[in-house]
């Protein structure tokens, strides 16, 4: 990177310091480091369990087996009267007796609360020395988690290796691992390399159901996971996993989180050599998101549904802390993503979000909303790189199909210069069926790409609907190949600010900004109409003096001050239009981008330089008008609205002064030929007026030395 562009970097890095501290850690976890990938995808086990997991109440197994089909329901009574002679009564009795790997573990029909896990810490596990996070949990230790393993988890599965896990019954709500919310964690994996879990539920949790942590080799098979505070499924510092036929919903974070998944592609392009983790076959759906990744590196998602939630799928390079940053290679295809319109954030409003988790009423469809979400969007992508989005059905969005923005890198603790534009790079959103969904029907998305401009070699699918800025790079036919390539270091600003406010928001403090349209916010109320309301203010009070005080004799500079101000005008009426497709924000900046070259034009006389700075805006504003509706101007490292706005706020303070002065003359400009005749009247009359009329005397005259003696 070059001196210029290094310090292009800095200057763009701080003006996005906008998006700057979230509100909350996405998840934060003791120092780990990513597997060291010579593990493999564990394989499905048949065969008979080695142990056995089971209540003792016959009568209510029974009832429970009874509507399973014959076979199955034969095979649960036979495994029930071994339980109850060498069984075990809770899972983690039966964890805690494995004792060599490539066991398995089958967990018979009922409801399990494990209830000797459940209380509340003693003696030295009430003492641990370790930070805490900013949720307040505890961050600890591999030690400190084998020490006192039921502090934060239900369930503790702690160095166990190639350990298989199945509920044995028909659906997977026949065996439910239940927390009660008196635990961060369901079930802990920890350190098992080939852990295989399948065929139950596991909820009710303060963190989330099923946590897959620093492992290389995982399944999650036909397995749900519901109402917790963040989570249903994180997995986390992992290699060589699979989720598949697997569900999640009523989580305040994501249903599925595969958060810094193994970094294995840092470094390639669109071609891979494989993905660290695969997901497929699973629904997520009345979440806050269904799908999000924080370093969500090398993840290949396929063939699964996220619906109604706020936000279908998101990865993001917004959090430090997480191995694998900034994020990148996740893919994309053949995915339902759809109606997810939901809005949660009133209930952090009204305050049931501030009430014991217990009592919200999760299970009646409340969801806690934990970090700042567009609702309303189907892929959100917050500084992501080589990121792959083909052959998905997006439709029903009320906001955006696609949303993406940047995220400077010392946001993630990087502060190198060299660093801090190093995302939203070569995102590829192409061959998508966009405001349909599968059997062809018209679902539109309000539009289908918002972005904030930033970055090299992103690019869309040709037939875009209503996109904010309406013209976009485009992906060729070949993976790499982008039409009308752009390379900016920053976004443009009023998005950014927006973005900035957006983020100001805080669950537990029950702060919700109050500009931002996320959360309620409509008309003037929002940042981008306030911006918009207050530039115009400012121009048209400026320009408005500069021509009374220096142009109004000038007809171009009338003429020029009128479009100005119906420009203005559409603007502002533009930015109250939000999400809504509309050609007013170009015809406004055209329009204004006529009235500064006109002023400037009339000003060249009596002020060259404010004139042509004046001239030179306009050029800029109208070039901003073409950036946004026309092309986006290709190789510029900044939007034509940076120094746009960096010269007005000179030339508004330049042109106060010029306007203020005393005693200087009105610029001519092109008067009309009657003002130009009656100017020069008056001027033959001041020359003439030099001399004395004939036979009259001066007023006064000069005496030579000696007169009137």
């Known amino acids: 990177m070059s001196c210029t562009r290094r310090l292009l970097a800095v200057l763009a890095a701080l003006a996005v310091t906008l998006l700057a501290a979230p509100a909350a850690q996405a998840h934060e976890e003791r120092p780990v480091t990513l597997p060291d990938g010579t593990g493999s995808v564990p394989v499905y086990r048949t065969g008979e369990p080695d142990l056995l997991v089971c209540k003792s109440d016959r009568a209510d197994f029974e009832r429970r087996v009874s509507g399973f089909p014959d076979g199955l329901r034969a095979r649960n009574l036979k495994l029930f009267d071994r339980c109850r002679k060498s069984g075990y009564r809770h899972l983690q009795q039966a964890v805690d007796a494995v004792g060599r790997p490539g ?4 967990i018979l029909p009922g409801l399990y609360e494990e209830e000797p896990s459940l209380p509340a810490p003693t003696g030295e596990c009430t003492r641990l020395k370790a930070p805490d996070s900013q949720l307040g949990y505890q961050i600890l230790s591999y030690a400190q988690q084998a020490r006192c393993p039921h502090n934060q988890n239900l369930v503790a599965i702690l160095g166990k290796k190639n350990l298989q896990i199945e509920g044995t019954g028909a659906e ?8 009660k919310y008196q635990k961060l964690n369901a079930i802990r994996a920890d350190g098992s390399d080939g852990i295989y879990f399948k065929n139950f539920t596991a909820q009710r949790t303060t963190f989330n159901s099923l946590y897959v942590l620093a492992q290389d080799g995982f399944v999650i098979d036909d397995v749900l996971t519901r109402w917790n505070d963040e989570y249903g499924f994180l997995t986390f510092a992992s290699d060589h996993g699979l989720y598949k036929n697997c569900e999640s919903y009523g989580n305040g974070d994501s249903g599925i989180y595969p958060g810094s ?3 294995i592609n840092d470094g390639y392009g669109y071609r891979v050599p494989r993905y660290s983790i695969e997901i497929t076959g699973c629904r997520s759906h009345h979440n806050m998101v269904g799908y999000s990744g924080t370093a969500g590196d090398s993840v290949y998602v396929h063939d699964n549904e996220f619906d109604h939630n706020m936000g279908g799928a998101s990865m993001d390079s917004a959090f430090p802390g997480h191995p694998g940053l900034p994020q990148n290679h996740a893919r994309f295809e053949r995915n339902l993503i759809h109606d997810n319109n939901a809005d949660y954030y009133p209930y952090v409003a009204d305050g049931t979000c501030a009430k014991p988790p217990v009592d919200r009423g999760y299970e009646d469809g409340v969801v806690c909303p934990q970090i700042s979400m567009p609702p309303g969007s189907g ?3 917050a500084g992501g790189n080589w990121n792959l989005y083909e052959n998905n059905w997006i439709y029903g969005q009320n906001r955006a199909a696609f949303f993406l923005s940047a995220v400077p890198a010392f946001i993630r603790g990087e502060n190198a210069l060299s660093r801090q534009a190093d995302t939203s790079h070569h995102n590829r959103y192409a061959g998508n069926h966009l405001g349909t969904d599968r059997a062809g029907n018209s679902r539109p998305n309000r539009t289908d790409v918002w972005w904030d401009g930033q970055g090299d070699g992103n690019c869309w699918q040709s037939d875009t609907g209503p996109s904010s800025p309406r013209a976009l790079p485009t992906c060729g036919a070949e993976r790499g190949a982008v039409s009308g390539r752009t390379d900016r270091l920053a976004g443009e600003p009023v998005k950014l600010a927006k973005l900035l406010v ?3 928001y805080n669950v537990q403090a029950r702060r919700l900004p109050a500009g931002c349209d996320w959360y309620g916010a409509r008309g003037i109320e929002r940042i981008e109409v306030q911006i918009a309301l207050g530039v115009a203010l400012v121009l048209a009070l400026v320009g408005g003096v500069l021509w009374w005080r220096r142009l109004r004799h000038s007809r171009l500079a009338t003429v020029a001050l009128v479009l100005g101000a119906i420009g203005l005008g559409l ?13 007013l924000p170009a015809l406004a900046l ?5 009235w500064w070259t006109g002023t400037g034009l009339a000003l060249r006389g009596a002020r060259p330089w404010l004139g042509r700075t004046t001239v030179v805006l306009g050029a800029l504003t109208l070039l901003d008008a073409v950036d946004k509706a026309v092309f986006m101007i290709p190789w510029i490292p900044l939007s034509p609205a940076w120094v746009r706005g960096l010269l007005g706020g000179i030339w508004v303070v330049w042109a106060v002064v010029a306007a203020a002065r005393h005693g200087e003359r009105e610029t001519p400009g092109d008067r009309g030929p009657s003002q130009e005749n009656a100017a020069s009247d008056t001027g033959a009359g001041s020359v003439a007026g030099l001399a004395p009329a004939r036979g009259s005397a001066p007023a006064s005259a000069p005496t030579r030395e000696g007169d009137g003696s």
Not at 172 to 179: E, H, K, L, Q
Not at 590 to 594: P, Q
């Open 172 to 179: 997977r709500t026949d065996v439910v691992i239940d927390a």
């Open 502 to 504: 957006c983020a100001d």
């Open 261 to 263: 998944a193994s970094d």
């Open 590 to 594: 055209l329009l204004t981008g006529l």
């Open 379 to 381: 892929i959100i992508t």
């Open 571 to 583: 603007d502002v009426a533009g930015s109250t239009m939000g999400l809504d497709p509309t050609r």
């Open 103 to 106: 066991m398995n573990i089958a």
